[in-house]
């Protein structure tokens, strides 16, 4: 038995030689393969011309003289090695005369060209039409009550004015009134009318916590939600922790002489953008003209100094997240003089400034870099002592006094809040605030680490157009077997 040394099995570098062989084949001027690959991709334009045209015949003798020339091709790849003149000949000689024959039907190259440009043109237009309407259905799914979630609303104000054990409860729990104003404590706010979302975040929260008797929660609401926000945090206990319920229309300083945004609903042009459903010519996309970025719950944010005069530092959380780790280390960041704690988001260009801002406009070129980076409102640390020092309620009122007109900017609140802590935010380590669960994939890890998940986008986890995957990590924190859930069908 005779042994044979390794070095007599050069396999593996020869066939990358002979890749490189057939490469070089490729890129001569003199290279059947590269003749027929040429004949091939103008053949494959003439097909699409040819059954414009209704040709069908002329279509298929194309695409099978198109297969013949890849078989070809295929095989000599297969081998390793190039094609010859010999082999080829038949197949170049047959492609020739098609394309020949084309010419002759007048599918020259100025033809081709026009008619691949209207094609292109006409499959955009539809590809248009059809994301806007996709656009369209979305939001309005979006925007739509569940029926679960109204019927929720109705049995709880009915409990709420119906059961005078639930108004004692909250009576008695009233007695921890001094921890509501206790800056050793860890306060978290919260600004919603969807009562199982807050839901969901007190409990993520409390679950979650090491310490819950030293989590107290803010939630402030409208007055239509009121009665069945109280009557919910009253009928549940969530480990421990402190639940404040509040409405924002008991708030004697929030009114249209000191709060942008309420004289702007009293503009008659404001009104009719929001409210009015004219459709603008199609010039402005419907997200954008959605009244609830005139809610005041949206733009409380900016008034957290006001609305908790005793307090020095919050952490705002959306109503569209899920905490899943403990939260009591964003009490101890420094945020080295700034107001707000805040992960970015400018891994990819397009969450630059430049993205929601109009710099076109003198006031914003002048005053913002547009390669500044973009941040994410949703889990946030406000130093209010800083707030207050650096009277940044008043930076926002200057800019959305300039912004009536919407020339500034037109989408949301991240745009005012962008331009109010420019130059006054802290980066935070991106796993305190993992996004994109609302209309995107997102890396597994990422979720695995992130301690507070958002869901922001139109796909939320209460609705049926949620991401399904992602749900699962929203609903565990819901307790479907309440029986108030079960009698509106939440499942």
């Not at 070089?24 to 494959?44: C, G, H, P, Y």
Request: neutral net charge; aromatic residues 12%; proline residues 4%.
């Amino acid at each position: 038995m005779s042994f044979i040394p390794c070095l007599q099995r050069p396999y593996r570098h020869d066939r990358i030689m002979e890749g490189l062989n057939i490469t070089d084949e490729m890129l001569s001027s003199n290279s059947v393969t590269r003749q027929l690959t040429d004949q091939i991709s103008l053949a494959k334009a003439f097909v699409v011309i040819a059954k414009e045209s209704n040709n069908l015949q002329f279509a298929w003798e194309l695409s099978a003289q198109i297969r013949n020339s890849q078989a070809l091709l295929s095989n000599a790849a297969t081998r390793r090695t190039p094609l010859t003149v010999g082999e080829s000949e038949t197949a170049v000689r047959d492609m020739a005369l098609l394309l020949y024959q084309a010419q002759q039907l007048h599918y020259d190259s100025a033809t081709m060209i026009m008619r691949l440009k209207a094609k292109i043109q006409a499959l955009e237009e539809q590809m248009s039409a059809v994301s806007e309407k996709s656009s369209k259905y979305g939001q309005i799914a979006a925007e739509e009550v569940p029926k679960s979630l109204y019927c929720l609303g109705v049995r709880l104000t009915t409990e709420w004015f119906g059961n005078p054990n639930l108004q004692t409860k909250l009576r008695e729990r009233k007695q921890l009134e001094a921890k509501l104003k206790d800056n050793s404590v860890h306060h978290f706010c919260v600004f919603s009318d969807n009562i199982l979302a807050s839901s969901v975040v007190v409990n993520s929260t409390a679950l979650n916590s090491k310490n819950p008797d030293k989590v107290v929660f803010h939630l402030v609401t409208d007055e239509i939600n009121y009665a069945a926000m109280k009557a919910w945090f009253a009928m549940n206990s969530f480990r421990g922790v402190t639940v404040e319920v509040l409405k924002f229309e008991d708030f004697k300083w929030l009114n249209a002489s000191y709060v942008p945004v309420l004289k702007q609903l009293q503009d008659s042009e404001t009104q009719s953008y929001y409210f009015s459903g004219h459709n603008d010519d199609g010039r402005t996309p419907i997200k954008f003209r959605n009244p609830k970025y005139l809610s005041m719950l949206n733009h409380l944010r900016f008034y957290i100094p006001e609305v908790f005069p005793a307090l020095k530092k919050v952490v705002f959380l959306d109503d569209d997240v899920v905490v899943q780790k403990d939260l009591s280390g964003l009490f101890s960041i420094d945020l080295n003089g700034n107001v707000n704690g805040a992960v970015e988001t400018c891994m990819e260009t397009f969450h630059r400034y430049h993205k929601y801002l109009n710099y076109s406009h003198p006031l914003i070129r002048a005053h913002f870099d547009p390669d500044a980076c973009g941040w994410a409102f949703g889990m946030n640390v406000f130093d209010l002592v800083e707030w207050r020092k650096r009277n940044v309620t008043g930076i926002y009122h200057y800019w959305q006094e300039r912004n009536v007109d919407r020339t500034l900017w037109k989408l949301g609140t991240l745009p005012p809040g962008l331009l109010t802590f420019y130059g006054l935010t802290e980066a935070l380590d991106p796993s305190w605030h993992v996004l994109g669960l609302g209309y995107t994939n997102v890396d597994s890890q990422l979720i695995e680490k992130g301690a507070v998940l958002h869901f922001n986008g139109n796909s939320k986890p209460w609705l049926k157009i949620g991401i399904e995957k992602y749900k699962p990590l929203w609903e565990k924190y819901v307790d479907y077997s309440h029986p108030l859930l079960q009698h509106c069908n939440f499942h």
